[in-house]
């Protein structure tokens, strides 16, 4: 009377009537994996080019540094230098300024077109994922039903 009963074989009974199959988890961590490598492609190039940017953006910048450092004649010719500086900077920056907004509508673009894709797939997913889950467990009800 006070031995407690062993429910190791009807719990075994019971998960083996209701099998799990793993390859829907699988294929839902190789989809996630697939999407964050786009993603990451998609990160890394507008990195890449933003950098490349940067890099154009200040090397114009000391090159037209360059005369305003140098050794004038004239107290006006430094005021001049300034002058053609700062609108060369300007200029320069605008040109800077609509290179890195293409990055950033490229990068939106490509992320919207992932993430639609990415939906759809799932929603293809889940639904072939139901359906298998649906029949199998039809069939081990009909299994156990039968015992």
Request: net charge negative.
């Amino acid at each position: 009377m006070t031995k407690t009963p062993d429910f190791t074989k009807y719990m075994t009974d019971m998960m083996g009537s209701f099998p799990v199959d793993t390859t829907a988890m699988q294929d839902a961590f190789k989809t996630q994996a697939a999407f964050a490598e786009k993603m990451s492609k998609v990160a890394l190039t507008a990195a890449e080019q933003s950098a490349e940017v940067s890099h154009k953006w200040t090397r114009e910048t000391l090159a037209k540094m360059g005369p305003m450092a140098s050794v004038k004649d004239e107290p006006a010719d430094y005021a001049k230098s300034m002058t053609d500086f700062a609108s060369a900077s300007a200029e320069v920056a605008s040109e800077n300024m609509a290179a890195f907004a293409e990055i950033a509508k490229k990068v939106q673009m490509d992320t919207v077109e992932l993430m639609m894709a990415a939906g759809k797939e799932a929603q293809e997913d889940a639904t072939n994922a139901m359906k298998k889950v649906s029949t199998d467990a039809t069939t081990a009800t009909k299994k156990t039903a039968a015992k």
